[in-house]
């Protein structure tokens, strides 16, 4: 996929127009991605035609499926800055958090940041279970192939101010995931609305996107310290 032909997707399958300077964007993004991964490990998928379907198509399909007009988001576990940069660079209006607990890719979100002039993002150095300020702060958080649900379940809600979604961004398998969750998803008062699956056009890759609904205030028990959550998750 090319990104004339992610416009062409992105215009007939989820009424979103690219201008020539969101183009101009996402081409300048590709290349930093793979300069900066010829430095260190920022992605495993090093195709042109791949990371545009794979990485920035990806990570746009969640737009089909919630209206972000007006919300707080935050990205969690951020990477090399998906879904949090592609849809910062269509949705220009949205404040986005990027948040990464990687010193060297932090680096990489800044200087894309810089060179796509992305006043919309801010980029914080850290660990979800330490962000203490953050706290019942933002209406919508994103994790796209960080850790299974159950422990995402535990790290992330508790950013999530009460009536907030969080959507967890999986491949095909995320069944398992999704059983193994449900004692977490309780104790942290969040349940399930939403399930979709999307098919990606060239390769047929197949992606689960999880939309969960915080119900209640967080019990302050939670989340854990991390090497509790790691060790033994809920």
């Known amino acids: 996929m090319t990104i004339a032909e992610l416009s062409e997707y992105l215009l007939n399958r989820q009424n979103i127009e690219l201008t020539f300077e969101q183009g101009e964007k996402f081409a300048r993004y590709l290349a930093l991605l793979k300069e900066w991964s010829a430095r260190f490990n920022l992605t495993a998928i090093t195709e042109d035609s791949q990371i545009v379907e794979k990485h920035f198509l990806d990570s746009l399909l969640i737009l089909k499926y919630s209206d972000f007009a007006g919300k707080s988001i935050i990205d ?38 810089e060179a796509l002039v992305l006043e919309n993002v801010t980029i914080v150095e850290g660990r979800a279970e330490t962000q203490v300020d953050f706290r019942e702060r933002f209406d919508v958080a994103i994790a796209r192939a960080v850790k299974p649900l159950n422990i995402l379940v535990e790290l ?14 999986k491949a095909l398998n995320a069944q398992p995931e999704i059983d193994e969750a449900a004692r977490a998803l309780f104790l942290l008062r969040c349940r399930i609305i939403e399930v979709e699956r999307d098919t990606l056009p060239t390769d047929g890759d197949v992606r689960v996107n999880i939309f969960i609904a915080k119900n209640a205030i967080t019990p302050a028990r939670f989340p854990r310290p991390y090497n509790i959550i790691s060790a033994k998750p809920l």
């Open 76 to 113: 969690v576990g951020s990477g090399a800055g998906f879904p949090g940069i592609p849809i910062a660079i269509v949705m220009p209006s949205l404040k986005i958090t990027l948040l990464e607990p990687n010193k060297k890719k932090c680096s990489f979100l800044e200087a894309v940041k």
């Open 156 to 169: 992330v809600p508790p950013l999530l101010k009460v009536g907030g979604i969080f959507i967890a961004m």
